[in-house]
């Protein structure tokens, strides 16, 4: 009797607050920039591996790539991109479901425990600095049911699926700095206290829980207890107009509008609240995954596109991938969208663009998912001007038989984190970021 009470309690905050917004993991401290370093953001889109023959150039020039069918889009953006291939993960045969993508390492060679994906480490390292922003770490990506993301601290980390309870995770409550004329909080400071009333009940009854869990259920109880702190902080932040520190303006988007059971269009969305989050400084690190390790559906008949990604797609035995030629070049699209966002975006301190400030990265979880290796794993960079990349007019294209957590590492330098002990592979000795992507 007392476990369906339990459910039920569970249920009635669900309905309150989103079982999202409950267990998302905001369970991070505040993200701040290193001492002494202009700060940066970062965003990382993460998909499943794809096909090399689809993705690697038509031909390189120097380092200047004459982009393939798949990866056209990214001509629109050139001057902005780096595009890396043939890093090796630690454990180049490990297949889907393992953690190398963002952690470095694989799962079964650092067990559950241990592991930490980049981003989340990036934020471990930076808390306690100056500057604060409401939300860590927003991890959004819509349909990664029935396998893992790439998102790792200690256990895997699911993101926030909806876009309106990501919408409302970000700006409920939140006043842009722009706003300021009203001073009339007293809607906003009623909704605060109901929310961290249930809160504080729900502490109470999970506490209750854990003398009578196993060693790992506890554990990943502690996590969800921490992300409720957290939760509380970022609730009591919102009444500050403004979030983050940042001293000019920002516009806070629309909510949002479209077809939220199609998982690419939902992904749509949530990159429009990611830009905004950025640009009203209540995150700095963000991340965006589209489907699972295992699964994702594409439906985009505006393209001609039904069916899944993995089984329907890359493993159809077709040497020409037609279908996942058209799903790579969409999701190429998306990457450039975001990017042009970014830049047509100003800063609202003036001090440029979103993109200058702003360090987009592509991950994957293998570089070739046909064979179902990490042999070759592949990135796409981006950043704005001036920004932390070395780019070229016409692109850049580097392939490197170097480790692929070494590109890890630079979105760490990126951020100003440069001491690297405690991610990725123990056993890789003197850990550095690649040398030749970094513009100083």
Same mark, same amino acid.
């Given at each position: 009797m007392r476990s369906h009470s339990r459910r039920k309690f569970l249920?009635? $905050? %669900?309905?309150?607050? !989103?079982?999202?917004?409950?267990?998302? /993991?905001?369970y991070d401290s505040i993200a701040n920039a290193a001492p002494g370093k202009k700060p940066k953001r970062l965003l990382i889109f993460f998909t499943m591996g794809t096909a090399p023959s689809i993705w690697k150039p038509k031909s390189v020039s120097? &380092? +200047? =790539? #004459?982009? *393939?069918e798949s990866t056209s889009p990214l001509e629109e953006v050139k001057e902005h991109i780096v595009m890396l291939d043939g890093l090796p993960s630690g454990s180049p045969s490990n297949n889907h479901g393992s953690a190398d993508g963002l952690t470095g390492m694989g799962y079964y060679s650092n067990g559950p425990y241990g592991l930490i994906s980049v981003d989340q480490y990036i934020v471990e390292k930076l808390k306690g600095s100056g500057l604060s922003t409401p939300i860590p770490s927003l991890l959004l990506g819509a349909a990664v049911e029935g396998g893992k993301t790439g998102f790792y601290k200690g256990t895997n980390l699911s993101p926030i !699926? *909806? =876009?309106t309870s990501a919408y409302?995770? $970000?700006? #409920? %409550?939140? +006043? /842009?700095? @722009? @706003?300021?004329g009203s001073t009339d909080n007293s809607a906003a400071e009623a909704l605060l206290k109901r929310r961290k009333s249930v809160l504080d009940n729900l502490t109470k009854e999970l506490s209750s829980l854990k !003398? @009578?869990?196993?060693? &790992?259920?506890q554990y990943k109880l502690d996590l969800h207890l921490e992300s409720i702190r957290q939760l509380e902080q970022r609730l009591s932040n919102t009444m500050t107009p403004g979030g983050g520190g940042g001293t000019g303006s920002? *516009? $806070? =988007? !629309? +909510? =949002?509008?479209?077809?939220? +059971? @199609?998982g690419l269009k939902?992904?749509?969305?949530?990159?429009?609240i990611i830009v905004g989050a950025f640009a009203c400084d209540i995150t700095r690190i963000a991340a965006i995954q589209w489907g699972s390790d295992q699964m994702m559906n594409a439906n985009l008949s505006e393209i001609g596109l039904s069916g899944e990604e993995h089984n329907g797609m890359i493993h159809t035995g077709a040497p020409a991938h037609l279908d996942l030629i058209k799903l790579e070049k969409w999701l190429h699209q998306q990457f450039v969208g975001v990017i042009k966002k970014l830049k047509a975006t100003p800063e609202a301190d003036g001090s440029g663009t979103l993109l200058d400030n702003t360090l987009v990265a592509w991950c994957r979880d293998m570089g070739d998912a046909p064979n179902h290796t990490q042999n070759e794993m592949k990135f796409v960079l981006a950043s704005g001007n001036g920004g932390y990349l070395k780019t070229a007019p016409g692109g850049r294209f580097i392939k490197s038989g170097e480790r692929h957590e070494r590109v890890l590492l630079s979105l760490c330098d990126a951020m100003g984190v440069t001491d690297f002990s405690g991610f990725g592979d123990p056993a890789l000795g003197s850990k550095s970021p690649l040398p030749g992507i970094a513009a100083t």
């Amino acid at each position: 009797m007392r476990s369906h009470s339990r459910r039920k309690f569970l249920k009635g $905050v %669900g309905a309150s607050l !989103g079982a999202s917004l409950l267990f998302s /993991p905001f369970y991070d401290s505040i993200a701040n920039a290193a001492p002494g370093k202009k700060p940066k953001r970062l965003l990382i889109f993460f998909t499943m591996g794809t096909a090399p023959s689809i993705w690697k150039p038509k031909s390189v020039s120097g &380092e +200047t =790539p #004459t982009f *393939s069918e798949s990866t056209s889009p990214l001509e629109e953006v050139k001057e902005h991109i780096v595009m890396l291939d043939g890093l090796p993960s630690g454990s180049p045969s490990n297949n889907h479901g393992s953690a190398d993508g963002l952690t470095g390492m694989g799962y079964y060679s650092n067990g559950p425990y241990g592991l930490i994906s980049v981003d989340q480490y990036i934020v471990e390292k930076l808390k306690g600095s100056g500057l604060s922003t409401p939300i860590p770490s927003l991890l959004l990506g819509a349909a990664v049911e029935g396998g893992k993301t790439g998102f790792y601290k200690g256990t895997n980390l699911s993101p926030i !699926g *909806s =876009p309106t309870s990501a919408y409302s995770t $970000v700006f #409920t %409550g939140f +006043t /842009p700095s @722009n @706003n300021q004329g009203s001073t009339d909080n007293s809607a906003a400071e009623a909704l605060l206290k109901r929310r961290k009333s249930v809160l504080d009940n729900l502490t109470k009854e999970l506490s209750s829980l854990k !003398g @009578n869990l196993g060693k &790992e259920q506890q554990y990943k109880l502690d996590l969800h207890l921490e992300s409720i702190r957290q939760l509380e902080q970022r609730l009591s932040n919102t009444m500050t107009p403004g979030g983050g520190g940042g001293t000019g303006s920002c *516009s $806070v =988007p !629309g +909510t =949002p509008a479209g077809d939220m +059971t @199609n998982g690419l269009k939902a992904n749509q969305l949530h990159l429009d609240i990611i830009v905004g989050a950025f640009a009203c400084d209540i995150t700095r690190i963000a991340a965006i995954q589209w489907g699972s390790d295992q699964m994702m559906n594409a439906n985009l008949s505006e393209i001609g596109l039904s069916g899944e990604e993995h089984n329907g797609m890359i493993h159809t035995g077709a040497p020409a991938h037609l279908d996942l030629i058209k799903l790579e070049k969409w999701l190429h699209q998306q990457f450039v969208g975001v990017i042009k966002k970014l830049k047509a975006t100003p800063e609202a301190d003036g001090s440029g663009t979103l993109l200058d400030n702003t360090l987009v990265a592509w991950c994957r979880d293998m570089g070739d998912a046909p064979n179902h290796t990490q042999n070759e794993m592949k990135f796409v960079l981006a950043s704005g001007n001036g920004g932390y990349l070395k780019t070229a007019p016409g692109g850049r294209f580097i392939k490197s038989g170097e480790r692929h957590e070494r590109v890890l590492l630079s979105l760490c330098d990126a951020m100003g984190v440069t001491d690297f002990s405690g991610f990725g592979d123990p056993a890789l000795g003197s850990k550095s970021p690649l040398p030749g992507i970094a513009a100083t």
